[in-house]
């Protein structure tokens, strides 16, 4: 896939509904609540933005992912994208999503940047909405990742998420002791990658396919 090609097709699925719910479905551990309706207290819930970093890397198209360090929480060590928090000084989500980039792997952006923006993913277990941006790179960029946020960048060709045999099932034991069984992950570079992040790539997935 191209650059052109792929823009084309983004570009051509955000003017219909997302698959959303539908989507999340597939790499969601049982029991998640996924839509707005089934979640108590959601108006308790922080907001927080990610960005989803695309750029042509040789004959492919990739996208960035990372790895957060080892902490006492309920996030320590997992795959995410760049992302966090909104603040009351961001001019709004989409501002988050490059402001917290730029912090923690030193990708500078803009908004024009922007190509899109998919469906909003819910976190119970830490009370967030999680809103996720896409961005196109003209070029590689030059990561300086923040060491207090960031254990590990990598990057992974798009075409990745398309095979059916990087999705895979596994036992998890989280940071608070309970255990997990049969959760769906995406298995890049040999890493687990499960939870809101598989989510929201499950979206562009089915994007990608129809």
């Known amino acids: 896939m191209d650059k052109k090609t792929f ?26 609540p996924l839509d707005v309706d089934s979640i108590p207290n959601l108006e308790s819930y922080k ?7 695309f750029f042509e890397n040789g004959q492919s198209i990739d996208f960035i992912l990372i790895q957060r360090p080892e902490y006492e929480g309920n996030h320590s060590g997992q795959i995410s994208f760049p992302g966090g928090k909104s603040e009351i000084t961001d001019i709004n989500e989409e501002f988050t999503a490059r402001r917290e980039t730029f912090e923690e792997i030193g990708v500078p952006l803009t908004e024009h ?7 909003d993913v819910f976190i119970p277990v830490s009370k967030f909405i999680v809103r996720p941006f896409m961005y196109w790179l003209d070029e590689t ?10 254990a590990e ?6 075409l990745h998420l398309l095979e059916e045999s990087k999705v895979k099932r596994t036992t998890l034991r989280l940071g608070n002791g309970i255990l997990m069984k049969n959760v769906p992950y995406f298995d890049f570079n040999d890493k687990i990658v499960w939870g809101a992040t598989a989510l929201v790539l499950s979206e562009l997935k089915e994007i990608l396919r129809t």
């Open 7 to 32: 823009l084309q097709q983004v570009e051509q699925a955000l003017k219909n509904d997302l698959p959303g719910i539908k989507a999340h479905q597939l790499m969601s551990p049982l029991n998640r």
């Open 47 to 53: 907001h927080s933005s990610v960005a989803i970093l």
């Open 113 to 119: 940047l922007m190509i899109g923006q998919l469906s």
């Open 141 to 150: 960029p030059s990561f300086v990742p923040d060491a207090r946020e960031v």
């Open 153 to 158: 960048i990598f990057t992974v060709p798009l």
